[in-house]
């Protein structure tokens, strides 16, 4: 069959077969623990901390959902915190010393993991009062923005919070544009990001804070790196997030 496009599904599907696979990618990138990468840290993000901190994001026990969870830093600290967490990662291998972190962590609620893409994750609930996302969205072909935003529509809660740290504009990724993206069959190592841009992504939300991470010294208990922006949002009205599915968009149809 050649005439292989009908839906949305068809088409983003299409797009990203432009791109090499991304599951092979990371199950090399955590292949190797000795790599000393630094999302291997155990730490968890100095942004999440403060704002927890702070009162910028309220306290446990609530459901937190972290998309592209890695070896589970955050999931981690959240549940030892009281949350209730699911995690979900791409690769088996994040997954799996995810799952040896939380043990290791010891006493207290562990996350629940999923090996899945975060669009295909088979979540044990509907809602969410924090979707968390360090360093996930950044990897995503920008067609993706598209289910991202899906997604939120459909897993955060009203009057939820939602997080995401990114490669900032000017420090880290590309800053091509997305039609040069396509072009090329490259994501070049991730998106960067401006705050500009998140604002405009996320224009749904009421933005609470947006700021570069602060670095962390090597012997510090939280992580932190200057090459990220971190920005905290609240879904704080009740309209779709995105474009709603399943009907016309634009009136052009
Ligand atoms: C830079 S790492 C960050 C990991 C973790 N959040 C942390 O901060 O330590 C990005 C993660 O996103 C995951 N990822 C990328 N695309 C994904 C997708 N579509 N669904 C689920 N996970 C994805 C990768 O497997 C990888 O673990």
């Known amino acids: 069959m050649n005439r292989t496009i009908r ?8 797009l990203d077969g432009l791109f090499p696979p991304a599951e092979p990618f ?5 292949a190797d623990r000795s790599a000393g990468r630094p999302f291997f840290t155990p730490e968890p993000d100095e942004n999440l901390v403060s704002w927890l901190g702070r009162g910028l994001l309220p306290p446990a026990p609530g459901r937190a959902l972290d998309l592209g969870c890695g070896v589970g830093r955050n999931a981690v600290h959240l549940a030892s915190l009281g949350f209730e967490v699911d995690a979900v990662d791409l690769s088996a291998t994040a997954v799996a010393w995810a799952e040896e972190r939380a043990r290791e962590a010891g006493a207290g609620a562990r996350p629940r993991f999923h090996r899945a893409s975060i669009f295909d994750a088979r979540l044990p609930h509907a809602h969410y009062d924090l979707v968390y996302d ?11 923005r598209v289910s991202y935003l899906a997604l939120l529509d459909r897993v955060l809660a009203p009057g939820g919070h939602f997080a995401v740290t990114a490669f900032a504009a ?26 500009d841009e998140l604002r405009s992504l996320f224009r749904e939300f009421t933005p609470l804070e947006i ?30 997030v995105g474009v709603p599915t399943g009907g016309p968009t634009d009136g052009r149809g």
């Open 211 to 240: 700021r570069p991470m602060a670095a962390q010294e090597a012997d510090s208990p939280l992580f932190g790196v200057p090459f990220l922006l971190a920005a905290l949002f609240r879904r704080t009205t009740d309209g779709p």
């Open 7 to 14: 839906t949305t599904e068809d088409v983003l599907a299409l």
């Open 134 to 144: 360090s360093g996930c969205l950044h990897h995503l072909p920008p067609h993706r």
């Open 170 to 195: 000017g420090a880290m990724g590309s800053e091509r544009p997305d039609e040069e993206l396509y072009r090329l069959g490259a994501l070049e190592g991730g998106l960067a990001y401006s705050p």
């Open 26 to 30: 990371w199950d090399r990138f955590y």
